[in-house]
């Protein structure tokens, strides 16, 4: 079982950043593939990003590449979205999840077996 805990989300102006951290219970985050994924009133949860869990393998949806940054820190348990760039397209409910593997990357929602509760993200134009 891991619980994740979502922090970070705020309100931001176009063109500025934000880093969203996800934070895991347990001892073997390591063994984790984590994903983070976002959902906009009356849109369905949609990829953004994900990283395996030795952090070699990432993947980005088309819509943030050049503009978002994936990262984690197995010491820390924390997975990290760094989001430069922000437009109002962006805004959304942002959560990250997490799926036991080996070394795997997940871009859809339900290959995850964990989800945090959600940090809201606007984006103000």
């Known amino acids: 079982q891991v619980q994740l805990v979502e922090s970070g989300g705020g309100l931001v102006q176009a063109g500025g950043s934000l880093r969203l951290s996800c934070a895991a219970s347990g001892r073997t985050f390591s063994s984790y593939a984590m994903g983070w994924f976002r959902q906009a009133p009356g849109k369905e949860r949609g990829f953004v990003s994900a990283?395996?869990?030795?952090?070699?393998?990432?993947q980005y949806a088309d819509s943030v590449k050049g503009r978002f940054t994936i990262s984690r820190d197995n010491a820390k348990n924390t997975v990290y979205l760094q989001m430069n760039s922000l437009k109002p397209e962006d805004t959304a409910v942002y959560y990250c999840?997490?799926?036991?593997?080996?070394?795997?990357?997940?871009?859809?929602?339900?290959?995850?077996?964990?989800w945090g509760q959600g940090t809201q993200v606007t984006v103000s134009s």
């Open positions: 999840a997490a799926k036991p593997s080996y070394t795997g990357v997940y871009s859809t929602p339900m290959r995850y077996d964990y």
């Open positions: 990283i395996s869990p030795s952090g070699g393998r990432i």
